[in-house]
């Protein structure tokens, strides 16, 4: 069962954190813009009137339903995952009373769709819409912020290096590179169309290729392997690192593919800044 969450429509637990958020948007928000006094912002947000910069924003819970349009406008699989825990999004402030607007920034949390020996989340979707300019570094720590409240201790998360995706966000934010996942079944090709396998054991109650051919007999049905996934993870407290050190999680160099530069251009000496559209994961 999803353990317990912030109100669908993404108001904090405590007015205080919201307060508080706000607050520290306004202040670097100022800092960035040039403008005087940090409550400008926050008058602004609280009577609808517009402050000159669209970077003031408010990070919440939210709705499944809410980051959906992100995923399916700007996510790369243009999919929801399965088994989702938790839901966070940073807001535009704006309109009366304290209302909050629509995401412009979301990450979606899940179990993992294969078995791991020790519980750990994973960090599945983390979308933005073109023009969100604050770091997604900032949206991955309220987050794990937030897990370590609900009780969770360690976060996994992929970078789909089937999508030249090397995982610059997360080395932005101090996670962890435990190494690059050997290639692995993540669906089949229906008839040249690609199935993810979480879909097939929904529709039909297996992935397996053999016993998809008996069960759509008419159909062309071939697996389908990505290329391999590069595994991050961040331990929350000190429960996280003892579970991260069982199973044998390494903290290695981050990967610099070639792929990501000019051949001619020296390999870079700190973490990416990456973001791209349609990011990891």
């Known amino acids: 069962m ?9 108001r904090h637990a405590s007015q205080g954190g919201s307060a508080k958020k706000i607050q520290l948007g306004c202040k670097e928000t100022a800092r960035a813009c ?6 400008r912002h926050a008058v602004a947000a609280a009577y609808g009137w517009p402050c000159g910069c669209a970077d003031v924003t408010l990070m919440t819970g939210a ?16 999919r929801m995952p399965g088994n989702i ?14 209302d909050t607007g629509v995401p412009v920034a979301g990450a979606i949390f899940s179990l993992p769709p294969t078995r791991w020996s020790e519980e750990v989340i994973e960090l599945s979707r983390l979308i933005r819409t073109p023009d969100y300019s604050t770091p997604l570094s900032k949206l991955i720590s309220f987050c794990c912020l937030q897990l370590r409240l609900n009780g969770w201790h360690l976060v996994v998360s992929f ?3 089937t999508q030249r995706h ?4 997360y080395q932005a934010a101090g996670w962890n590179f435990a190494g690059l996942r050997e290639r692995n079944m993540d ?25 998809l051919r008996k069960i759509l007999p008419d159909r062309n049905i071939v697996p389908h392997y990505d290329e391999g996934k590069y595994l ?13 050190k069982r199973l044998g999680l390494h903290s290695l160099a981050y990967p610099k593919p070639n792929a990501a530069r000019p051949l001619d251009e020296r390999p870079p000496r700190r973490v990416s800044k990456a973001q791209p559209l349609g990011a990891a994961p």
């Open 2 to 10: 999803p353990r317990d969450e912030n109100a669908a429509r993404g």
């Open 34 to 39: 040039g403008a005087k006094p940090p409550l």
């Open 63 to 78: 709705a499944p339903e809410e980051l959906w349009p992100l995923v399916r406008e700007y996510h790369y699989s243009k």
């Open 85 to 98: 825990q938790h839901c966070y999004a940073a807001r535009c402030l704006g309109g009366l009373f304290g």
């Open 159 to 161: 970078a789909d290096w």
């Open 166 to 169: 090397h995982g610059g966000i």
């Open 187 to 211: 669906g089949i090709l229906l008839d040249g169309m690609f199935k993810p396998g979480r879909s097939c054991n929904s529709a039909w109650g297996t992935r397996s290729p053999e016993k």
């Open 232 to 244: 991050y993870w961040r331990a929350l407290n000190v429960a996280g690192k003892t579970r991260a």
